[in-house]
C-alpha cells in the first residue's frame, strides 16, 4: 500500500522559511515523479511543484517560483519542498503527491495527508 | 496558464440520482483530463484519468467523457458515501491547474 507522510509544518512569521518532507513507502519511490499540491483553508487545490524520477525536470507555480525549492533524496525515499521568504498568502494545507508515471504525466494517483503551514506575525 | 472552469459550483442530488458534472478548460488540452474527489478533512483521491480511464479500485458507477475543452464526470446512481467536492485537473501543460471544485450535496 502506497503511504505517503508529510512533515514539518508550523507556524512562521512572514519572510522565514521553513521546510516540509514526504516520507514515502509502499512503492518504489524512484520510479516516479513526485509532486505539492496546496489548499488554502476553505478553497480549492493548487498545484506548486513537480520533480522527476532522478531530481531533474523540475517546474514551479509561478506563485512560488524564486523562493520555493523542490528535491528528493531517492535513497531515503523522501520528498522536500525548502520554502523561503514565505507570504500570508502561502497559508495552507500542503500535500505531497505521487505521479502515476515516471517522468511526470501530473496525473497525482496517492496523496498524503498534508501538512498544515500558517504564515502569520 | 490555461484556465479550467467547472459547472455547476455546486448541486443537490438525492441518493439514486443521476449526476453530471462539466468541466472546461480554456483552450484545447486533448485528452489530458483528471478528476479527483475529496471528502471533509481526507486528501483528494483520483477517480479518472486522461478523461475516461478509471483509476483502480473505483467503482464502475463513475464515468468520464470528452475531449478538447468540454469534458464530463457521471455519476450514475449516487450513492451516500459519494457526497464530497470533485475537481477536475488539466495535466496537458504547466502550471497543472485544477478546476474550483464541484460541491455536491444531499438534498
Known amino acids: 500500500e502506497v503511504q505517503l507522510v508529510e512533515s514539518g509544518g508550523g507556524l512562521v512569521q512572514p519572510g522565514r522559511s521553513l521546510r516540509l518532507s514526504c516520507a514515502a513507502s509502499?512503492?518504489?519511490?524512484?520510479?516516479?515523479?513526485m509532486h505539492w499540491v496546496r489548499q488554502a483553508p476553505g478553497k480549492g487545490l493548487e498545484w506548486v511543484s513537480s520533480i522527476g524520477w532522478n531530481g531533474d525536470n523540475i517546474v514551479y507555480a509561478d506563485s512560488v517560483t524564486g523562493r520555493f525549492t523542490i528535491s528528493r533524496d531517492n535513497a531515503r525515499n523522501s520528498l522536500y519542498l525548502q520554502m523561503n521568504s514565505l507570504r500570508p498568502e502561502d497559508l495552507a494545507l500542503y500535500y505531497c503527491?505521487?505521479?502515476?508515471?515516471?517522468?511526470?504525466?501530473?496525473?497525482?494517483?496517492?496523496w498524503g495527508q498534508g501538512t498544515l503551514v500558517t504564515v502569520s506575525s | 496558464d490555461i484556465q479550467m472552469t467547472q459547472s455547476p459550483s455546486s448541486l443537490s442530488a438525492s441518493v439514486g440520482d443521476r449526476v453530471t458534472i462539466s468541466c472546461r478548460a480554456s483552450?484545447?488540452?486533448?485528452?489530458?483530463l483528471n478528476w479527483y474527489q475529496q471528502k471533509p478533512g481526507k486528501a483528494p483521491k483520483l477517480l479518472i484519468y486522461a478523461a475516461s480511464s478509471w483509476q483502480s479500485g473505483i467503482p464502475s458507477r463513475f464515468s468520464g467523457s470528452g475531449s478538447g475543452t468540454d469534458f464530463t464526470l457521471t455519476i450514475s446512481s449516487l450513492q451516500p458515501e459519494d457526497f464530497a467536492t470533485y475537481y477536475c485537473q488539466q495535466s496537458y501543460s504547466h502550471p497543472y491547474t485544477f478546476g474550483q471544485g464541484t460541491k455536491l450535496e444531499i438534498k
Open positions: 509502499g512503492f518504489t519511490f524512484d520510479d516516479y515523479a
Open positions: 483552450q484545447s488540452i486533448s485528452g489530458y
Open positions: 503527491a505521487k505521479d502515476i508515471a515516471t517522468s511526470g504525466s501530473g496525473t497525482l494517483d496517492s
